[in-house]
Nanobody, 125 residues
Framework: QVQLIESGGGLVQAGGSLRLSCAAS???????MAWFRQAPGKEREFVAA????????DYTGSVKGRFTISRDNAKNTVYLQMNSLKPEDTGVYHC???????????????????WGQGTQVTVSS
């Protein structure tokens, strides 16, 4: 079992940048990692995912070209670099992990079992 702790959220103006970090309690190289977000009054949605080695990534369309997911397995940490932020990016961002070695290759469709508490991102217009 892995525990996940997010950090790096905050208040930023539209067009600004933030970098979120997700620190895991143990080794991360056996987990597919992802970020989801939940805006007020909306369902949680997929944002980005990265394979165990970092060789494959997946992004939802609205963040493609603006957000970058990366990982440092030596530090057991996953990052989400968010640039050109928009007010619609506002929400609680959750880090999540899937340790199933037989899961689907479609990263956004993985069954993510472990979740962090989330970090708030607020983008003002």
């Amino acid at each position: 079992q892995v525990q996940l702790i997010e950090s790096g959220g905050g208040l930023v103006q539209a067009g600004g940048s933030l970098r979120l970090s997700c620190a895991a309690s143990g080794r991360t190289d056996t987990y597919v990692m992802a970020w989801f977000r939940q805006a007020p009054g909306k369902e949680r949605e997929f944002v980005a995912a990265i394979s165990r080695s970092g060789s494959m990534t997946d992004y939802t369309g609205s963040v493609k070209g603006r957000f970058t997911i990366s990982r440092d397995n030596a530090k057991n940490t996953v990052y989400l670099q968010m640039n050109s932020l928009k007010p619609e990016d506002t929400g609680v961002y959750h880090c999540t992990a899937d340790g199933d070695p037989r899961g689907t290759p479609f990263l956004r469709l993985r069954k993510y079992d472990y979740w962090g508490q989330g970090t708030q991102v607020t983008v003002s217009s």
